[in-house]
């Protein structure tokens, strides 16, 4: 993987080059090599192990000990979490790299990416004290990523246009749970579009014809009914009856009957629920608890 010396890795494990040839010769690890002139270089792997670790027990002797045991480790969440704290994009890059040669990029995104970046967040990111500049890195970062990934996605193969509505801020959470969403359903091949909640629902007249839609996706939690109503009556105008509403992560209360179905909280539990329903699967057509009632042909 290569090699660094003994500044940047003091660096690295955030102790001071005394400390760390201090550990070296009470535990002989990590074990530099030695340039023709003397110079300690570490294994980089060998670092970033002991970092992990050290990060895990706050206890050196404990750290060397797993970081012997199980190395670098593969891929994770925690190790991702950790490089984007330390705002190592090449590094947060690199881990999910690793990812996608042992995970698909469905599951890279859902068991990597989205719980790395949830776990940076502390409190409302929109609340009085903002939110804390590695989250706000991760969101960025992970916002690039998605990005990048949809515009990779292959041509749609499937008949069916699902166009979804995102009701979250711009550092919510549900923002990249959104946009995990519209790539998850592109690489399953439907015709995806999506749009934040505050166009104009008179103005997508063009958009809706353009794509047909045969599912309208909800969510995000900063949309009054109202406005999810405008937009859903809009799509319901130009493909009829036939347009159906689903719910992703909550975006309608909870409460009384509803035949809107929810997707669930997850971009692949809500892509097998949209399978499931398109192929016509009874058994799994819905999800979670009932939705409050809401009439979309009455609002508008």
């Known amino acids: 993987m290569g090699v660094i010396r003994t500044n940047a890795a003091s660096a690295m494990l955030g102790v001071s080059p005394n400390t760390l040839r201090s550990w070296e ?3 002989s690890y990590p074990t530099p ?3 023709a002139g003397g110079h300690r270089q570490y294994d980089l792997a060998e ?3 002991l970092r992990a670790a050290f990060e895990e027990t706050h206890n050196i002797s404990s750290a060397i000990a797993i970081a012997q045991q ?11 979490r950790s490089a984007l704290a330390r705002f190592e994009e090449p590094e947060a890059d ?3 790299e690793e990812s ?3 995970r698909s990029l469905e599951r890279t995104v859902e068991e990597i990416l989205l719980p790395a970046v949830e776990a940076l967040a502390d409190g409302d990111p929109h609340g009085e004290a903002g939110p804390p500049p590695e989250y706000a890195f991760a969101h960025r970062w992970a916002t690039a990523w998605l990005a990048a990934a949809r515009r990779l996605a292959p041509p749609a193969t499937r008949s069916e246009g699902v166009l979804v509505f995102d009701a979250s801020r ?3 959470v549900d ?28 103005r997508m007249s063009r958009a809706l014809s353009a794509l047909e839609p045969r599912a309208v996706i909800l969510t995000g939690r900063h949309a009054s009914l109202e406005v999810l109503g405008q937009l859903v009556y809009a799509a319901r105008r130009t493909g009829g009856d036939r347009v159906e509403v689903f719910d992703y992560r909550d975006a309608l209360p909870t409460a009384g009957h509803s035949t809107v179905v929810r997707l669930g909280s997850t971009p692949l539990a809500a892509r097998d629920t949209l399978l499931a329903w398109c192929d016509g699967d009874p058994e799994r057509r819905t999800a979670g608890p009932a939705l409050a009632p809401v009439r979309w042909t009455d609002v508008g």
Do not use: K, N
């Not at 199980?70 to 991702?80: F, H, K």
């Open 25 to 27: 010769r009470r535990f």
């Open 33 to 35: 090599r030695r340039t």
């Open 70 to 80: 199980r190395g670098a480790g593969p891929a994770s969440a925690p190790r991702l």
């Open 100 to 102: 996608l040669a042992v």
């Open 175 to 202: 923002a990249l749970h959104a946009q995990a969403l519209e790539l998850v359903l592109r690489r399953g091949g439907w015709r995806t579009l999506g749009f934040t909640i505050d166009l104009d629902a008179s």
């Open 94 to 96: 690199r881990l999910l």
């Open 170 to 172: 711009p550092l919510d």
């Open 47 to 49: 670092i970033e192990a």
